[in-house]
């Protein structure tokens, strides 16, 4: 059974710094993997997906790395700004037997950007 | 990138009531999507997969008769709480994946609350 992990559970920086978020999969035979950012009371918002053969995705200051062999993925973030506080969690599909969409999530990164 | 809809947002109602929340993806079919269930401070548990035309599959653990879901027609799912009790208070999300990419989007989530 594939399970998720991220650390830390929750990160407080002040803005302008760049930061690192980890996140860490079990079973390395996966689809891909997918960041994501939930801000309070709210649902997800994709953020990058990074399919299996990819090594990194790019979507502005945010950059995702994925080392499937060593089962883990980071997620950078650059330049931090206080609108970046939100929770981030990453999510793969169990393994390449099972269905691409059911994701299995970690628990996520609280993250607090000050001002 | 797509945009997944639910509604309501919030709902209130009186424990022994039935409850529907719908998921529509807006701009793009989805023969498959998600429900998910969110405790406070807890990563998004998968409850159940809404297959267009035929019937849901549920995890384990998940109450089929307590809830009901329907996906008549490639844009909409419906998740319905029947007879409704206080420990179903949630916040409920649905998903639905691009075909071409397997990326998941997410709707708003609708948070429930039960007297």
């Known amino acids: 059974k594939q399970e998720v992990t991220q650390i830390p559970a929750a990160l407080s920086v002040p803005e302008g710094e760049n930061l690192v978020l980890n996140c860490s999969f079990t079973?390395?035979?996966?689809?891909?993997l997918q960041w994501f950012r939930q801000d309070p009371g709210k649902g997800l918002t994709s953020l990058l997906l990074i399919q299996s053969s990819q090594r990194e995705q790019t979507s502005g200051r945010l950059n995702a790395s994925l080392d499937k062999s060593s089962g883990r993925s980071t997620l950078y973030i650059a330049a931090s700004q206080p609108g970046d506080s939100a929770t981030y969690l990453c999510a793969v599909p169990p393994t390449l037997s099972g269905s691409a969409r059911q994701l299995t999530f970690g628990s996520g990164t609280q993250l607090t950007v000050l001002p | 990138g797509a945009v997944v809809s639910q509604h309501p947002s919030r709902v209130i109602c009186k424990s022994g009531t039935s409850v529907k929340i719908e998921c529509r993806s807006l701009d793009f079919q989805a023969t498959t999507m998600f429900w998910y269930r969110q405790f406070p401070k807890k990563s998004l548990m998968l409850m159940a997969t809404s297959n267009e035309g035929s019937k849901a599959t549920y995890e384990q653990g998940v109450e089929k008769d307590k809830f009901l879901i329907n996906h008549a027609s490639l844009t909409l799912s419906t998740l319905t709480v029947t007879s409704a009790h206080p420990e179903d208070s949630s916040f409920y999300i649905c998903s639905a994946a691009v075909s071409n990419t397997g990326e998941l989007f997410f709707g708003e989530g609708s948070r429930l609350t039960v007297l």
């Open positions: 079973d390395s035979a996966i689809y891909n």
